[in-house]
């Protein structure tokens, strides 16, 4: 867990760009266990890492050439039309430099995120963003983005001066 969690935070901080750090951007994190069957359906500009303990059926598409799926250390080619598709067990990780989608039906998933994107679970199971505690699964999408930062003066009331001329 320790080690899934370091590959995370060094995947979030290759996706956060300086670019988007000037725009406030950055990567959120998304973490999801399943307890039983499962579906998970992540889209977005994202980084996945994560342990398909029982077979699974696993689907990523995205641009060809702008991602890259491992299992236990084994690339997985894209076809043509850039969809890897696989029933598997094993060790995941998934780059991206481009949005992809990424489908995983399974039982016991343990799969972490990072980037930004959406998510939507199907089954039973808990879910942590961006470090929160862990909560079940919504029957609604999920944002994976930073969490809101509060900077200097937010929460804080305007001051006015006036000026005087004399």
Same mark, same amino acid.
């Given at each position: 867990?320790?080690?899934?969690?370091?590959?995370?935070?060094?995947?979030?901080?290759?996706?956060?760009?300086?670019?988007?750090?000037?725009?406030?951007?950055?990567?959120?994190?998304?973490?999801?266990? @399943?307890?039983?069957?499962?579906?998970?359906?992540?889209?977005?500009?994202?980084?996945?890492?994560?342990?398909?303990?029982?077979?699974?059926? $696993?689907?990523?598409?995205?641009?060809?050439?702008?991602?890259?799926?491992?299992?236990?250390?084994?690339?997985?080619?894209?076809?043509?039309?850039?969809?890897?598709? $696989?029933?598997?067990?094993?060790?995941?990780?998934?780059? @991206? +430099?481009?949005?992809?989608? +990424?489908? +995983?039906?399974?039982?016991?998933?343990?799969?972490?995120?990072?980037?930004?994107?959406?998510?939507?679970?199907?089954?039973?199971?808990?879910?942590?963003?961006?470090?929160?505690?862990?909560?079940?699964?919504?029957?609604?999408?999920i944002l994976i983005k930073p969490t809101p930062r509060r900077g200097r003066g937010q929460g804080q009331?305007?001051?006015?001066?006036?000026?005087?001329?004399?």
């Open positions: 867990a320790v080690v899934a969690a370091v590959a995370l935070a060094v995947a979030a901080a290759l996706l956060a760009s300086p670019a988007a750090a000037a725009r406030g951007g950055g990567s959120g994190q998304l973490h999801v266990v @399943s307890q039983g069957t499962a579906y998970v359906d992540v889209q977005g500009r994202v980084v996945a890492l994560g342990v398909l303990p029982q077979p699974s059926r $696993l689907e990523v598409k995205g641009r060809p050439g702008a991602f890259r799926v491992t299992v236990d250390g084994e690339v997985q080619r894209p076809n043509r039309r850039g969809l890897v598709r $696989l029933l598997t067990a094993g060790r995941l990780f998934v780059q @991206s +430099i481009a949005p992809v989608r +990424i489908r +995983i039906q399974g039982a016991d998933l343990d799969v972490s995120f990072a980037g930004r994107g959406q998510a939507f679970l199907s089954g039973a199971g808990t879910y942590s963003l961006n470090g929160s505690a862990d909560e079940p699964w919504p029957g609604t999408p009331t305007p001051t006015t001066s006036t000026s005087t001329r004399g």
